[in-house]
T-cell receptor, first 112, second 113 residues
Framework: GQQVMQIPQYQHVQEGEDFTTYCNSS?????IQWYKQRPGGHPVFLIQ?????EVKKQKRLTFQFGEAKKNSSLHITATQTTDVGTYFC????????????FGGGTRVLVKP | NAGVTQTPKFQVLKTGQSMTLQCAQD?????MYWYRQDPGMGLRLIYY???????DKGEVPNGYNVSRLNKREFSLRLESAAPSQTSVYFC????????????FGPGTRLTVT
């Protein structure tokens, strides 16, 4: 069935290094959203991408929406301990009545 | 502007007990949701309300019921709690379905013994 998948499930990063996490949908999405959940906290909306090939930056975070609007990536440069948490992507799936469907998340651990 | 509020923050139940989780939003949002998140896992949708007066099942509705009391409030009821319902429960709201960002409450940590 239609779903939203994220890889990797876990990401161990040395402080100061860069990394990328990926989000893939089985179908074309009208938009993709990214959320961050700090340990013990609740998901917080980060950004929404709407256009094919769109790239948006938030300080050290770069978000990209694929040309086919079926995948997205989040790239973090110079990782800091404040980046620890789980990053979720989410998109509206037609099979789910256009409800926002969340991926399983990438859990980021930073080694100081 | 408090956003999304949930009560209680923590709850311990014995198997078979019932309880209602309360959620309210002050952003005049049309849509509201209930999710559960098990340790180290993602978010699973239990029920949602696309607009005032409507409710629909999500991915994991068994053992739960909901009430959209008015535009602001959306409650989740566990009629007969089971240990498998031990989880963190998040309420969320959005202006509409699909194309709008969701705002989450702080969560209710429920343990069923």
């Amino acid at each position: 069935g239609q779903q939203v998948m994220q890889i990797p499930q876990y990401q161990h990063v040395q402080e100061g290094e860069d990394f990328t996490t990926y989000c893939n949908s089985s179908t074309t999405l009208s938009n993709i959203q990214w959320y961050k959940q700090r340990p013990g906290g609740h998901p917080v909306f980060l950004i929404q991408l709407v256009k094919s090939g769109e790239v948006k930056k938030q300080k050290r975070l770069t978000f990209q929406f694929g040309e086919a609007k079926k995948n997205s990536s989040l790239h973090i440069t110079a990782t800091q301990t404040t980046d620890v948490g789980t990053y979720f992507c989410a998109g509206p799936l037609k099979a789910a009545g256009n409800k926002l469907t969340f991926g399983g998340g990438t859990r980021v651990l930073v080694k100081p | 502007n408090a956003g999304v509020t949930q009560t209680p923050k923590f709850q311990v139940l014995k198997t078979g007990q019932s309880m209602t989780l309360q959620c309210a939003q002050d952003m005049n949002h049309n849509s509201m949701y209930w999710y559960r998140q098990d340790p180290g896992m993602g978010l699973r949708l239990i029920y949602y309300s696309a607009s005032e007066g409507t409710t629909d099942k999500g991915e994991v509705p068994n053992g739960y019921n909901v009430s959209r009391l008015n535009k602001r409030e959306f409650s989740l009821r566990l009629e007969s709690a089971a240990p498998s319902q031990t989880s963190v429960y998040f309420c969320a709201s959005s202006a509409g379905m699909g194309n709008y960002e969701q705002y989450f409450g702080p969560g209710t940590r429920l343990t069923v013994t």
